[in-house]
């Protein structure tokens, strides 16, 4: 564990939003609502791509796939921010800390990753049709996300050891609602200098490159969708971007906005909250807008819940 001015580092305290009694109470319902929205949206798409063997392509893996990161994305700060209000403890172990930081980097490192290979599966569709199903073949699809994996593992292994290596003096208030890994650096009492530049190099690499090739992918459909005769042709190949352009603008907007957030204001408070739109907001809003204009997503959720009906109907009637 990390150790300053010789006392064993046991636990940091998470100031959350706000200390006020009066409005635990409100913060713990709105954001157990949250929780609870966006781990069934995001099961039921799971469920549906699963369930309906008209999903078993590669737009809709991609999907389930992200849907997945993102149930884990938020499990890996609401419960642990539900339990403290709750308990009113607002106290995590150094362990659970370190454990914190891991996992949120992780995932959101794989968020931003596998939106960049779902863009970069719109483009092969769009741009090479006729190749589409050569080209994203089952094995380059599980290729691609295993690999998107893979970084993200080794980008939150190596931010971890370099928190690892930290040592803390006695001022353990994190001015958040999780472990948030630029917070706890700042907490440390041993030169961070480069521990600071490794992050923001890393932080500016996962996000610039994944970045680019989003922009890059959608400077090409664009090119290919204006270059079609016909006018329903068009519509129906940016309808099939239109739901994973407006995830893409989401995320990095919030992203964005809780970076100018902490920069303009430079109030901890602030980040906090701007925080929240990228880590909550954004992961529970994706099943709605994959499902909302989305015909195929509709029918395999209304086919999902017809089967299920139909099988409880016929576990009652054996049980009569």
């Not at 149930?71 to 370190?98: D, E």
């Not at 380059?140 to 931010?159: H, K, P, R, T």
Request: hydrophobic share 50%; charged share 10%.
């Amino acid at each position: 564990m990390g150790q300053g001015n010789d006392t064993l580092i046991s636990e940091f305290l998470l100031l959350g939003f706000s200390e006020e009694l009066e409005l635990q109470p409100l913060i713990f319902g709105l954001f157990l609502s949250m929780y609870l929205i966006t781990v069934l949206g995001n099961l039921l798409i799971i469920l549906a791509v699963s369930s309906d063997s008209h999903l078993h392509t590669p737009m809709y893996f991609f999907l389930s796939n992200l849907s997945l990161v993102d149930i884990c994305f938020t499990s890996t700060t609401i419960p642990k921010m539900l339990w403290n209000i709750q308990t009113q403890r607002r106290v995590i172990t150094y362990a659970g800390c370190i454990t914190q930081i891991y996992f949120f980097v992780l995932f959101a490192g794989l968020d931003d990753i596998l939106l960049t290979v779902m863009a970069y599966d719109r483009f092969v569709a769009i741009c090479h049709p006729l190749h589409y199903m050569v080209i994203m073949n089952p094995r380059l699809c599980e290729l691609l996300v295993l690999v998107s994996w893979i970084i993200s593992g080794l980008n939150s292994l190596l931010q971890n050891v370099m928190v690892l290596q930290l040592s803390f003096c006695m001022d353990l208030e994190i001015p958040h609602f999780f472990c948030h890994l630029k917070q706890v650096v700042q907490l440390a009492c041993s030169d961070t200098f480069l521990h600071t530049v490794v992050m923001y190099f890393i932080t500016v690499l996962l996000g610039a490159v994944p970045l680019a090739g989003i922009i890059y992918s959608y400077s090409k459909i664009v090119s290919s969708i204006r270059a079609m005769p016909s006018a329903q042709g068009k519509y129906k190949a940016f309808s099939t971007c239109a739901s994973h352009l407006s995830v893409v603008s989401l995320f990095y907007g919030t992203v964005f906005g809780e970076y100018l957030s902490s920069t303009a204001s430079h109030s901890s408070h602030s980040s906090a909250v701007a925080t929240v739109m990228y880590t909550v907001v954004t992961p529970m809003l994706n099943p709605f807008i994959y499902s909302l204009r989305n015909k195929d997503i509709k029918r395999a959720l209304r086919r999902f819940f017809g089967m299920a009906g139909t099988k409880g109907i016929i576990m009652l009637r054996l049980k009569k």
